[in-house]
Each structure stands twice: as C-alpha cells, then as structure tokens.
C-alpha cells in the first residue's frame, strides 16, 4: 500500500491562524497536526506516503517534515519513518482531485488516503491492513453524527448493504429529503488502483469540484464499497481555534492512534 494524505486548503475558518501558515502545521496537543494522520499511515504498514499542499506554504511543510524520517527533538527517538514526496494543489478542486494527482506515484498500488486535518481516537491499522491485503474493492469508515445533513452518508439496503452515498441530503442531495442514514464518511479512505479512472470520469459539481462522495458512490453502485464504523473518537480539527484546543486535551486525554 501508499499513502495519500491531503494538506492543502485555504483553511479560512481558523482567522488569523492560518494568515501565513498552512493549517495542518498548526499545533494540536504536544504535535503539528499533520504529524497524525503520517503516524496513522506509518502504523497500518504504509512507508512511501505523498503529501499535497497548497503553493503558499509548501516550503513550510517540506521544513518540517524534510524527507519523512524525524526524530523527537533532542533525542534519538523514532516520531515517523516514511518516505515522503510532496506535490503542491495550484488550486481548488477538491478531494477527489488531490486523489488524482497521486496517479503516477501509486502505480499499480492500492492507495489509503487520509485528511491532513482528521485526527482518530484509533488508527484502525488492522481494519486497513486487512483491506489492503484483499486487493479488492473501496473501504470507508464512517461515524454516525447527530448532524448527518453536513456530511456525506452512507445509504445501506433491507440486509444491511452499502448501496449508495447521499452528500449533504436534502440540500445538495435532492434524491433524498433527509438523511438516510447518521453515518458519515470520515476523511479515511481505502482506494483500489483502478480509482484514477473512476476519478477521470467525474464531472465538476455544482461548487465546480470533483467530489469524493462520487468516487464513493462508485463502488457503492457497483457492490464493492465495503465500510468500518470508527472505534472511538474522531475529530475533524478545521473548524474553529477553539477545537484545536480541545482536541489536544482529548489527546492528553484518551491517547491517539491506538491500536
């Protein structure tokens, strides 16, 4: 397996913060947040990893994490030993767009893709390990949400089969007046090789981007989306400062990146 973990954004959410910086720079406990979702890889056995930022910050980013491989300041301790390459988003486009631009760097490989900014109580290395030693089909991972209507969800059948996703239900998902369901895909995913065509057949949205829920919607289509239920927290840390904060307590906390 590689590793896709998308950094780029604007991140106007968090104000001033993020003026001259890239957000998943930001400190997030005793960590930058990006160190998160690297660890997550590096535990369910994901070495080469590809990091995409924006252009404004780029330069930022490679300072920090340089070739992969950091050690705890002022010791020789292990943080992270992956191989990093980096790629820069010259704009907006969407996720699904940053899945794309990993094409020539996966290859044949199958591809786990995780947001800079999503933070997991548990890494499910088991749950991506295994997906990746079946080489078939997409996983997901959901969680269920009490607001569904902000998310893209999973819609299952009468046995309990994913069969279709729903993106924002009854506000940009007209099929649907509400929510089918309360599980919302998280920013984990688990990509076949052949995602790279999926995404090249996609039409821009109404926001004019390449959505990940019609990457999803795919393989759920097709009955090859499988979908994990998140074991423990998670959290999405772009919203506002005041999460960063409590995201960082939670972490003191719980731990993160459990087994």
């Known amino acids: 397996m590689k590793g896709l973990v998308c950094a780029g954004g604007e991140a106007t959410r968090l104000g001033e913060l993020t003026r001259v910086t890239n957000k998943h720079l930001l400190p997030v406990g005793s960590w930058p947040m990006i160190y998160y979702p690297l660890q997550l890889l590096q535990l369910a056995?994901?070495?080469?990893?590809?990091?995409?930022?924006?252009?404004?910050?780029?330069?930022?980013?490679?300072?920090?994490?340089?070739?992969?491989?950091?050690?705890?300041?002022?010791?020789?301790?292990?943080?992270?030993?992956?191989?990093?390459?980096y790629k820069v988003q010259t704009r907006p486009g969407g996720i699904a767009q940053v899945v794309g631009m990993a094409r020539d760097f996966a290859g044949d490989e199958p591809l786990v893709v995780v947001l800079g900014d999503n933070i997991f109580e548990h890494a499910h290395a088991d749950e991506i390990a295994a997906w990746g030693a079946a080489g078939a089909g997409a996983r997901v991972f959901v969680k269920e949400v009490p607001d569904p209507e902000n998310f893209g969800v999973v819609v299952y059948d009468e046995r309990g089969r994913v069969?279709?996703?729903?993106?924002?239900?009854?506000?940009?998902?007209?099929?649907?007046?509400?929510?089918?369901?309360?599980?919302?895909v998280v920013g984990l995913y688990c990509y076949p090789p052949d995602v790279f065509d999926v995404i090249e057949s996609l039409r821009p949205s109404s926001r004019g981007e390449l959505e990940i829920t019609d990457v999803n919607r795919h393989y759920a289509q097709a009955g090859?989306?499988?979908?994990?239920?998140?074991?423990?927290?998670?959290?999405?840390?772009?919203?506002?400062?005041?999460?960063?904060?409590?995201?960082?307590r939670r972490i003191d906390e719980t731990g993160v990146n459990k087994p």
């Open 163 to 184: 069969v279709d996703l729903a993106e924002k239900a009854g506000v940009v998902d007209l099929r649907y007046e509400a929510p089918p369901t309360s599980d919302a």
């Open 45 to 85: 056995g994901v070495r080469e990893v590809l990091v995409v930022t924006g252009k404004g910050h780029a330069g930022q980013m490679i300072d920090l994490l340089g070739d992969g491989r950091l050690s705890a300041r002022g010791s020789d301790e292990p943080l992270l030993e992956l191989d990093l390459t």
């Open 224 to 248: 090859a989306l499988s979908v994990v239920q998140v074991r423990g927290w998670w959290e999405d840390a772009g919203k506002h400062w005041q999460h960063l904060a409590e995201i960082g």
